[in-house]
């Protein structure tokens, strides 16, 4: 019996760091079964594995709603902080500024990002702290019985209800306008994409925003439904095949994509290369990347891949002027300063 379970662990995969996978998951999901959050949870554990995080140098952020569920289904050995409806972003720009070496991953949804909570997002993204957002879009609320969201497509129909003929919010335009850093689309569907478009996040220095649409089986995955399942694989215009390199594997072991393609190398060494399919798209350029998001919603489609990127700008840590040394690891000796500082401080003040 020995030999046989030594067996068996001799067979378990192991990533760059020594972890089976397993060390990664999190506990039984209780959404519907065949939501597309389910999905978006198991490509994060598999992008978090493959990259070789440490675990508990992981912090997964979430406000309210079906996809901040979602937080206790992965990564179970990582620190986690539910929020309050909308507040994520606040909550994690305070944990970030005593222990900036930790990757924050925030999961939220269309209405925690788009409606209550999208004026913290404008400030996160404005800040460009060092984080992955993940948005999973379904275009209603799921908690509260399928209402439409903010991002809700004009012409689309849930299965119960009229038909929705409000202006959508696109999250995507939106960051690319403020300045974001990283900005990418995707959907539940395609694993392969989201996958590389996760694991380039996880290595960018700054914000990172993923729009991933996620189907909602229960109220807004049926034919009339501009985020249903069935139209968003017969209407997506991908930009691009995606491909992340580490910066523990190098690129000559990698297999060169036939046709055009353009590598982009991130702060840590790694690279994210992006295989032209339909037309050259240049995701340095955020004019390019706005017209490709305003084509596609007029032809009522959706384009996916990497949208826009720039390495250029300072993060939140920069910009702060953090030490080097987690403000949560510096001792109180130094922080707290003597009382000849204090006096030299305050005398200051007197002149």
Known sequence: MTEKRERRE??????????????????????CP??????????????????????????????????????????????GFNTVHGRMPSVTTGAYAVNKDLLYIGVSGDGDSASIGIGQLIHAIRRNMDMVYIVENNGVYGLTKGQYSATADIGSKKKK?????????????????LGCTFVARSFSGSKKQLKALLKAAMSHKGFA????????????????????YGYVKDNEVTLHMTDYIPHFNPIAEVEVPEGHFKDITLH????IRLETISEEHDPT?????????????????????LLYFDNTKASLVEDLGLVDLPLIDVD????????????????????
């Open 209 to 228: 925003l993923i729009d991933v649409i996620s189907p909602c089986v229960t109220f807004n995955n049926n034919d009339e439904s501009m985020k249903s």
């Open 268 to 271: 840590d060494g790694s690279t």
């Open 161 to 177: 209800g009229a038909v929705n003929k409000t202006q959508p919010i696109d999250l995507c335009a939106l960051a690319i306008n």
């Open 332 to 351: 109180d000796k130094e922080l707290r300063p003597s009382k000849e500082m204090l006096d030299k401080i305050n005398s200051a003040f007197l002149n």
């Open 10 to 31: 001799r067979t378990v995969k192991l990533n760059v760091i020594n972890e089976p996978k397993d060390s990664y998951s999190g506990g039984k999901s209780s959404l």
């Open 34 to 79: 065949g939501c597309g959050h389910d999905q978006i949870s198991s490509v994060i554990i598999s992008a978090a594995w493959e990259n070789g995080v440490e675990p508990h140098k992981i912090a997964k952020m979430s406000g309210i709603g079906c996809s901040s569920k979602t937080p206790a289904y992965y990564l179970g050995q990582s620190h």
């Open 285 to 305: 350029n955020a004019m390019q990347a706005l017209e490709a998001l305003h084509d596609a919603e007029t032809n009522a489609k959706h384009v996916t891949g």
